[in-house]
């Protein structure tokens, strides 16, 4: 792994650490600072030509600033000759606006991977985008890792009975589904209808969730409308208990507030997203996904198989 280097954008440093940590490397030396405009400057501290190197960055907020320093992040290399550039992007920003569902509005999923790849960027490895899909946005391969693994195997533990998997709106179907499949469970769909950005109205739920404890299953949670109106629901349909599996804790707006007061066993989120400390609540845990990325790092560095860590 010696031609293998890992550095790590600002966004998530204790994450890039983890996997730093799981590979046996110390991160790679980058100075980063400001121009007095605000402007990011970046300086790669030591040699990278000819090496096969990540660059760890989720695009969590603040989005724009991340983002953006990935981008420079990526330039810099490329200018220092590195032989290859991985973007390990843990959270996928800009990736719900992937279609245009109206007139006149942009598709930023598609954006976000054209000034990926105009920054020099060879490969992404990314995880539980919101929309499968956008790996196709690419023309560079894209390496789309499930969290799955580590959060059903922490729900394994906990050996629930009479469990059911539940979308909380059709979007999350095809994930949800295969959250219960792993989990051997029912699954039910919630049928959500969104009338503003930030609005939720929940109107009708699918499958049965009386007397079962259910786990909702989402790629993000943001405001926490959603979630909440969901349990809300499964809660008035008979569940006797409700956990949610979220990959991507983007806990903004009100979110916090919202999940203070829902009646919630447990959030489950991922290190994707730093929480930070005024955001922690007991009933929020969050599970690493380090080792996983760690490991996708490790074989596409060793050319060996990432799909099998799916198996
Ligand atoms: C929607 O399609 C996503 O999968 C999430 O359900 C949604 O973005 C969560 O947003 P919020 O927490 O603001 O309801």
């Given amino acids: ?169 059709v979007g999350s179907v095809k994930m949800a589904r295969a959250f219960a499949k792993k989990m051997r469970a029912d699954l039910a769909i919630v049928d959500k209808r969104r009338d503003g950005p930030d609005e939720v109205e929940v109107v009708n739920l699918i499958g049965n969730v009386r007397n079962k404890t259910a786990i909702l299953v989402d790629d993000l949670i943001s405001t926490g409308g959603t979630i909440v109106e969901a349990v809300d629901v499964l809660k008035k349909n008979g569940a006797i208990a409700v956990y949610a599996s979220c990959t991507h804790g983007v806990l903004c707006g009100d979110a916090i507030a919202k999940i203070k007061n829902a009646p919630l066993e447990e959030l489950i989120i991922t290190d994707t997203i730093p929480l930070p400390p005024e955001k922690k609540l007991p009933v929020i845990k969050v599970l690493s996904v380090a080792e996983m990325l760690g490991e996708a790092i490790k074989r596409i560095h060793l050319s060996s198989s990432v799909s099998s860590l799916f198996i």
């Fill in 1 to 169: 792994m010696n031609d293998c280097l890992i550095f790590s954008g600002s966004a998530n440093t204790a994450l890039s650490a983890s996997i730093a940590g799981y590979l046996e490397k110390d991160l790679g030396k980058m100075g980063r600072n400001r121009f007095s405009d605000g402007e990011i400057s970046i300086a790669i501290e030591e040699n990278v030509r000819g090496k096969d190197v990540f660059v760890v960055q989720s695009t969590s907020p603040p989005v724009n600033e991340n983002l953006m320093e990935l981008l420079i992040m990526i330039d810099a290399f490329r200018r220092a000759s590195a032989e290859r550039i991985t973007a390990v992007i843990p959270y996928f920003g800009y990736a719900r606006q992937d279609r245009k569902d109206k007139p006149r509005v942009p598709i930023t999923a598609k954006l976000v991977a054209n000034l990926l790849t105009a920054s020099g960027v060879n490969r992404v490895i990314t995880m539980d985008l919101h929309a499968p899909q956008i790996q196709g946005f690419f023309d560079i391969p894209v390496d789309h890792l499930f969290a799955a693994p580590v959060t059903t195997a922490y729900f394994q533990n906990k050996g629930i009975s009479d469990l059911v998997v539940v979308a909380p709106d």
